[in-house]
């Protein structure tokens, strides 16, 4: 089966994907079209998992158009944000070749723009229809965003697949879960951070967990000045360098606890129906995860006993002085390797052999 995955900038999903496909057994060819960087520059690796690259340049329908002619894909699979590249895959195909849209973020639920550099398109909610309606086949994050869909659209058939960790990257040893650390909890966030007042501007969430005597890393995806600055203002603090995604996953086990929660002042619908990647990469790591309400993270995590709900992050170190803490990492340290992308590809592989069938 020839799969082309389409996105407009680099996505890790993308990258777990073929890590999966190819553990899966079966015989895929795997293509790869893409604006501005290519896996590999964007994350250091990934590039080397896949049969062709193809760069969009700025004629995007134009250079789309020879990427299937030449390509000629089974299926493709087009991620969002944003939708106007599911919606053109659809326009030059008319049908002729079978589109998956991978859906890990929603116009419809955000309040803040999406950060990752593009234009806004004129009526992105519009597009959010045309791309959900108009598909062959839906992938979401979780049943909370499936459900918002469903909501508001007629849905094709979909499964779920969340933002699992790859098991090929975790630890493979963990230490003993019945370890006590002196002094305060260590909890560690890894990932975005942001000034703007949306969901990853985390200052008045990071300034109260350490005011409240609980320690805290912070290892962030890309360098923001301000956090550095608070940092230096709150002696429990750190924000650390930019670590490579893989040497990260092998320092995060150092951790107590791992850090979900966000800012939930504008886009808190949004935030219900997101299972982040931090937060399978913390339980691969078997971190008990801490999360602030979000419903599809505390559904997971509640399910099967994986972390805590904190309602008052200002108490956060009481709070964790009365918790099993080897319980919970005896838990974790159990369930790790089912949150993975190889334990979990196979509804993936089924999706495209229905909509090609």
């Not at 320092?251 to 886009?267: Q, R, V």
Request: aromatic share 8%.
């Amino acid at each position: 089966m020839r799969v082309l995955f389409l996105q407009q900038q680099p996505c890790i999903r993308t990258l777990k994907y073929a890590v999966g496909l190819r553990s899966a057994g079966d015989s895929v060819y795997l293509g790869f079209a893409y604006q501005g960087q290519t896996l590999h520059q964007w994350y250091g690796t990934g590039d080397e998992l896949f049969d062709e690259w193809s760069p969009i340049g700025s004629d995007v329908a134009g250079d789309l158009r020879g990427v299937i002619e030449r390509f000629r894909p089974d299926v493709i699979h087009s991620h969002n944000l944003p939708d106007r590249l599911t919606v053109l895959a659809m326009e030059l195909t008319g049908g002729a070749v079978p589109i998956v849209h991978d859906a890990h973020d929603l116009q419809c639920l955000r309040q803040t723009p999406y950060e990752d550099g593009f234009p806004e398109p004129a009526d992105p909610l519009a597009l959010e229809r045309r791309a959900v309606e108009g598909c062959d086949g839906l992938v979401v994050v979780s049943e909370e965003m499936r459900d918002e869909l469903g909501a508001r659209y007629r849905l094709p058939i979909s499964r779920c697949f969340p933002n699992y960790a790859l098991a090929r990257d975790l630890p493979r040893t963990l230490p003993d879960a019945a370890r006590r650390g002196d002094g305060p909890p260590r909890v560690v966030y890894q990932g975005t951070l942001s000034t703007n007042g949306g969901h990853y501007d985390l200052r008045e969430l990071f300034e109260a967990i350490v005011a409240g005597g609980v320690r805290l890393d912070i290892y962030p995806s890309r360098r923001v000045a301000e956090y550095e600055l608070l940092a230096e203002r709150w002696p429990g603090m750190r924000c650390l360098e930019k670590v490579d995604p893989r040497r990260l996953l092998q320092i995060l086990p150092e951790y107590d606890f791992g850090w979900a929660g966000f800012n939930a002042s504008l886009n808190a619908a949004h935030l219900d129906t997101a299972l982040p990647n931090k937060l399978f990469e913390y339980l691969g790591c078997g971190l008990p995860v801490l999360t602030m309400g979000h419903r599809a993270m505390v559904r997971l995590i509640g399910e099967r006993g994986l972390g805590i709900d904190v309602e008052a992050v200002d108490d956060l170190a009481a709070t964790l002085r009365d918790v099993d803490v080897r319980g919970l990492r005896q838990r974790v340290a159990e369930a790790r390797f089912d949150f993975t992308v190889e334990a979990n590809i196979a509804p993936i592989l089924d999706l495209y052999k229905t909509v090609v069938g």
